[in-house]
């Protein structure tokens, strides 16, 4: 749909100017712009969200000054009052507030939910879910809103994930470091990764399932730097926080170095990595590849036993396991204890021999609360 078709609706349905912060507009001052209709209501939440997204994605693109854009603000609110102070937040253009010519607009461009943007170009477009999808992910990068752009720039995620090159994941502009909790002060430069595995772990402060996973990736991540004297394995935390306060509060504990919470970079990682739940730990290779997705739920349930926390190093564990179990064999008797033991797989016990944790197999009593390591039978 053309630019011009846009403006021979608007003045058939008698609208002579637009509105701006400074007052009255003709409507002959969008020509040769890129327009777009957004339909929105001080009322909806999600549009709440989504019109300083765009704000920033609109003041961006008309900043570089090479394709100008222009939004036409559509109110689908009930009143003026509420109009006026939606508008307010607004940098863009606005068509008059009227109920009835609101409503035929918004039938003439098939608005069924909102926010909803309306590029008025001839190119094919993304859908609605995926075009405000699309500006909350990439936001100045969306433009022009084409299906042909969004497609480049999913490409183009692809190629930074599957690269193999962690410098160009990672970092950012001229930031070549990560950050350590030491007050923001210590760095770690992100060629240090190189050769590494490396567990991107994506999760937030004020989520209770991230706060028990990060105590056992603290405790397997503490075993496996002891043993290999910090040559195998780094974990990198990329916050999904919202704001400053959150970040600070959830990576000054943390043992591990993190993308800045100013960083661009933060987002991005986790839109290339399509997060959509946290916590995550996505496991990137000694080959800078994407080794597996299922990181998180290796750590849970094997620990530092896991690494490199592989589908591949599942099964070995697995079949390990079994063998071990075959030798335990049905039950067997402790010269410490008056009834029979029985083996089996348990996620945590203590042994009540040499009091200390274990896990997977455990020789238990099915009369009493007794278990023992398979190693301390006697």
């Given at each position: 749909?053309?630019?011009?078709?846009?403006?021979?609706?608007?003045?058939?349905?008698?609208?002579?100017?637009?509105?701006?912060?400074?007052?009255?507009?003709?409507?002959?001052?969008?020509?040769?712009?890129?327009?777009?209709?957004?339909?929105?209501?001080?009322?909806?939440?999600?549009?709440?969200?989504?019109?300083?997204?765009?704000?920033?994605?609109?003041?961006?693109?008309?900043?570089?000054?090479e394709h100008p854009l222009e939004i036409?603000?559509?109110?689908?609110?009930?009143?003026?009052?509420?109009?006026?102070?939606?508008?307010?937040?607004?940098?863009?253009?606005?068509?008059?507030?009227?109920?009835?010519?609101?409503?035929?607009?918004?039938?003439?461009?098939?608005?069924?939910?909102?926010?909803?943007?309306?590029?008025?170009?001839?190119?094919?477009?993304?859908?609605?879910?995926?075009?405000?999808?699309?500006?909350?992910?990439?936001?100045?990068?969306?433009?022009?809103?084409?299906?042909?752009?969004?497609?480049?720039?999913?490409?183009?995620?692809?190629?930074?994930?599957?690269?193999?090159?962690?410098?160009?994941?990672?970092?950012?502009?001229?930031?070549?470091?990560?950050?350590?909790?030491?007050?923001?002060?210590?760095?770690?430069?992100?060629?240090?990764?190189?050769?590494?595995?490396?567990?991107?772990?994506?999760?937030?402060?004020?989520?209770?399932?991230?706060?028990?996973?990060?105590?056992?990736?603290?405790?397997?991540?503490?075993?496996?730097?002891?043993?290999?004297?910090?040559?195998?394995?780094?974990?990198?935390?990329?916050?999904?926080?919202?704001?400053?306060?959150?970040?600070?509060?959830?990576?000054?504990?943390?043992?591990?170095?993190?993308?800045?919470?100013?960083?661009?970079?933060?987002?991005?990682?986790?839109?290339?990595?399509?997060?959509?739940?946290?916590?995550?730990?996505?496991?990137?290779?000694?080959?800078?590849?994407?080794?597996?997705?299922?990181?998180?739920?290796?750590?849970?349930?094997?620990?530092?036993?896991?690494?490199?926390?592989?589908e591949e190093r599942r099964r070995e564990?697995?079949?390990?396991?079994?063998?071990?179990?075959?030798?335990?064999?049905?039950?067997?008797?402790?010269?410490?204890?008056?009834?029979?033991?029985?083996?089996?797989?348990?996620?945590?016990?203590?042994?009540?021999?040499?009091?200390?944790?274990?896990?997977?197999?455990?020789?238990?009593?099915?009369?009493?609360?007794?278990?023992?390591?398979?190693?301390?039978?006697?």
């Open positions: 749909m053309s630019d011009q078709s846009a403006l021979d609706i608007l003045a058939s349905h008698g609208v002579t100017y637009l509105l701006s912060s400074h007052g009255q507009v003709p409507l002959s001052s969008l020509e040769n712009q890129s327009i777009c209709i957004l339909f929105s209501a001080n009322w909806c939440r999600p549009c709440k969200t989504f019109v300083p997204q765009l704000a920033r994605l609109y003041e961006t693109v008309n900043a570089a000054g036409l603000f559509v109110s689908l609110d009930h009143d003026e009052s509420a109009f006026d102070e939606h508008f307010q937040c607004m940098p863009w253009l606005a068509v008059p507030f009227d109920v009835s010519l609101h409503g035929r607009l918004s039938k003439h461009y098939g608005v069924h939910r909102i926010p909803s943007l309306i590029p008025l170009t001839s190119e094919e477009i993304p859908g609605h879910d995926e075009l405000i999808g699309s500006i909350e992910d990439y936001g100045a990068e969306a433009f022009p809103f084409t299906k042909k752009r969004l497609e480049k720039l999913k490409m183009l995620d692809v190629s930074r994930r599957e690269s193999g090159n962690l410098e160009h994941l990672l970092a950012g502009g001229s930031r070549d470091y990560l950050l350590l909790s030491d007050g923001g002060a210590g760095r770690l430069s992100v060629s240090h990764l190189i050769g590494k595995t490396v567990g991107l772990y994506f999760g937030a402060s004020w989520s209770p399932p991230c706060s028990d996973f990060t105590q056992q990736l603290k405790e397997a991540y503490a075993e496996l730097k002891a043993a290999t004297r910090d040559r195998c394995f780094e974990v990198i935390f990329v916050s999904t926080d919202g704001d400053k306060e959150e970040f600070d509060v959830g990576t000054s504990s943390m043992p591990w170095p993190f993308i800045p919470y100013e960083d661009k970079s933060r987002k991005d990682v986790c839109r290339i990595f399509n997060i959509r739940r946290i916590p995550a730990l996505i496991i990137i290779g000694r080959d800078g590849k994407t080794a597996s997705r299922e990181g998180r739920e290796m750590v849970s349930e094997y620990g530092a036993m896991g690494y490199p926390f592989t564990i697995e079949e390990a396991l079994r063998k071990e179990g075959e030798k335990l064999g049905r039950e067997v008797k402790d010269a410490r204890h008056e009834h029979v033991l029985k083996p089996g797989m348990a996620k945590a016990y203590v042994c009540d021999s040499c009091k200390r944790g274990g896990r997977f197999w455990a020789l238990s009593c099915e009369d009493c609360n007794y278990d023992l390591h398979p190693t301390c039978l006697n």
